[in-house]
């Protein structure tokens, strides 16, 4: 039997049921109101504490999926930046059998191209170094990604 108790009320229905298991005994009126008071006032009743708790808790879990989020989308990033820089050494443009012919080969916009991907692709490296680390300080779990 899995289960999570959360509060006075349910905390009182369960060892109620528990105690009523296997046994034909009716709820009394107090155990019948103590049930049918409902989330909307057991709500009210909350206290600063928990209400701070639950907000807190809400906060955190939004917080947290982002961070991963936003790491898991800077490593995609990279990945395909790599491999975008890889397809440049690719030199056969129609298929296996051709190459590119050394003067339609502008190597000045190659160097360009390459070192822009590659300074794209250190810089993103280091935001996402930092992003994991950072979401490993502030929640306290580490993000293994899959490069």
Known sequence: MSFVISGTRQLIIFL???A???TCVPFSMIEIAIMSEGAFLDSLK???AKIRE???AAIAEDAELMYKREVEDLAILVRKLKR???NMLDMSP???DSLVLAADFDS???VRKDIELG?????LEIKMEIAQRRYEYLFGRSLELNN
């Open 20 to 22: 009523r298991k296997n």
């Open 119 to 123: 300074t794209k692709i250190r810089n």
């Open 84 to 86: 975008e820089q890889e």
């Open 16 to 18: 109620l049921r528990l």
């Open 108 to 110: 000045r916009e190659y």
């Open 46 to 48: 909350r206290n600063n």
């Open 54 to 56: 639950d907000r807190a």
């Open 94 to 96: 129609t298929d296996a």
